[in-house]
């Protein structure tokens, strides 16, 4: 089916992104940022060794994840302590053990005495040592630079604008949640650097128009759990402030309770989250964009244990 086709195509954000300037404030760290597949990767110090390859995930609520491999190789010490990984969906759990970094170094910036959780971490463009999460930057404005493959550090602080190219988001479980419009219905959604896609959940899906209607055309699966993951493109616009992504080709499946603002709509932008302020700026060249189809489904790797309570979310086995 042509449908099925153009869901197969490489991901991409269909316009050319020039150089942008980003706003006015004093530049403090940068480092080079690896974009593959949208997502972001960066090199990393651990306890002044490496480098070592680790991807930025603001959809993970928590200082990082290493490796088991990693965690052997360096030593980690244990805490003793533990935690229960969920995926989107929020069906059971796994525990895992956490371990103590003596120090992460990214962008010249020190992190002391970060508690990572040891699990191994996926990345489409090939394995990775470790992830960096949304908390871990609690202090510093920052900035994910797509257009000019950089992630900045920076002290200081955002400013409203009236919803224009700043938002307020709010941030339950360490991840930052906004409000952006889907053919004209405002929504909260999920700033996902680690996502896969511009995703819907089904219920939101249910009352959409659509140029081309969904179609299954992936199986996406946890450790226990595997769904369907259908393929569509809206009847309408996504908006984010200014922004628009004309009739977007979306993501729907029931893994996500919310939308999942994924790493593939960002790569347009130079995205600032201030954690302090609770506000996240979007500046890009132009205000429409266009959206094609993932050359892959969203990869989730946190093991379920409950018996799912979706019928669409069936267990392995």
């Known amino acids: 089916m042509p449908f099925l086709c153009r869901l197969r195509v490489s991901l991409a954000i269909l316009l050319s992104v020039p150089v942008l300037?980003?706003?006015a404030q004093h530049i403090t760290y940068s480092a080079p940022m690896t974009e593959r597949y949208g997502k972001p990767y960066v090199m990393v110090e651990i306890?002044?060794?490496?480098?070592?390859?680790?991807?930025?995930?603001?959809?993970?609520?928590?200082?990082?994840?290493?490796?088991?491999?990693?965690a052997d190789e360096l030593q980690l010490p244990a805490t003793g302590e533990s935690a229960v990984l969920k995926d989107p969906s929020m069906q059971g759990g796994q525990r895992v053990?956490?371990?103590?970094?003596?120090?992460?170094?990214i962008a010249g910036v020190e992190f002391y005495r970060v508690k990572a959780r040891r699990h191994s971490v996926t990345g489409e463009a090939g394995t990775c040592q470790g992830l960096l999460g949304f908390t871990l930057f609690r202090d510093y404005l920052l900035t994910l630079d797509f257009p000019n493959r950089q992630v900045l550090l920076t002290e200081g602080a955002l400013n409203p604008d009236g919803e224009k190219t700043t938002l307020?988001?709010?941030?339950?479980?360490?991840?930052?949640?906004?409000?952006?419009s889907v053919n004209g219905q405002g929504v909260e959604a999920q700033l996902d650097s680690g996502g896969g896609g511009l995703s819907l959940p089904e219920g939101l899906a249910a009352h959409?128009?659509?140029?081309?209607?969904?179609?299954?055309?992936?199986?996406?699966?946890?450790?226990?759990?595997?769904?369907?993951?259908?393929?569509?493109?809206?009847?309408?616009d996504v908006k984010v402030g200014k922004y628009t992504f004309t009739h977007p080709v979306v993501e729907i499946h029931p893994a996500f309770p919310l939308v999942n603002f994924g790493s593939p709509p960002m790569t347009s932008f130079a995205i600032t989250f201030d954690q302090k302020s609770l506000l996240v700026q979007f500046r890009a060249k132009g205000d429409h964009f266009k959206l094609t189809a993932?050359?892959?489904?969203?990869?989730l790797t946190n093991q379920p244990t409950a018996v799912p309570t979706s019928h669409a979310l069936v267990p392995l086995g």
């Open 168 to 180: 307020t988001f709010r941030m339950p479980y360490g991840v930052p949640i906004a409000r952006l």
């Open 47 to 70: 306890n002044g060794k490496g480098p070592y390859r680790f991807i930025i995930d603001t959809g993970t609520g928590t200082d990082a994840f290493v490796s088991p491999e990693l």
């Open 21 to 23: 300037s980003l706003p």
């Open 97 to 105: 053990p956490i371990v103590l970094l003596r120090s992460i170094t």
């Open 294 to 299: 993932p050359s892959c489904p969203t990869r």
């Open 208 to 236: 959409q128009k659509w140029d081309i209607p969904p179609v299954v055309f992936e199986t996406g699966e946890t450790l226990a759990t595997r769904f369907d993951i259908k393929g569509a493109k809206l009847a309408g």
